[in-house]
């Protein structure tokens, strides 16, 4: 069993920051990517950030040089540090865990944790 708990998340100004964490715990092992996808009101869900195990950082275009994606693998822990935040970027943002299974890869999802930039 896997659970992802997401913390961070909450009300800004357009132009502040927040950061957002994520925990995995249980059966962890194996992990080929951790990374944070969003969807905004009417939206589907997109891929913001990830970085793959032994790889490099991966950013949508739309948060290039404002998010920064990092990970604490000795507490199998990713965060999501958003600088410049825009009303374009208000959302519920989700932690993702994929795990390698065999040939297969399998996707956890944590719950979810809104972000809203407003004035």
């Known amino acids: 069993q896997v659970q992802l708990v997401e913390s961070g998340g909450g009300l800004v100004q357009p132009g502040g920051s927040l950061r957002l964490s994520c925990a995995a715990s249980g059966s962890i092992f194996s992990i080929n990517a951790m990374g944070w996808y969003r969807q905004g009101p009417g939206k589907e869900r997109e891929l913001v950030a990830y970085?793959?195990?032994?790889?490099?950082?991966n950013y949508a275009d739309s948060v290039k040089g404002r998010f920064t994606i990092s990970r604490d693998n000795a507490k199998n822990t990713v965060y999501l540090q958003m600088n410049s935040l825009k009303p374009d970027d208000t959302a519920v943002y989700y932690c993702?865990?994929?795990?390698?299974?065999?040939?297969?890869?399998?996707?956890?999802w944590g719950q979810g944790t809104q972000v809203t930039v407003s004035s």
């Open positions: 970085i793959p195990s032994g790889g490099s950082t």
């Open positions: 993702n865990l994929q795990l390698r299974r065999g040939v297969n890869l399998v996707d956890y």
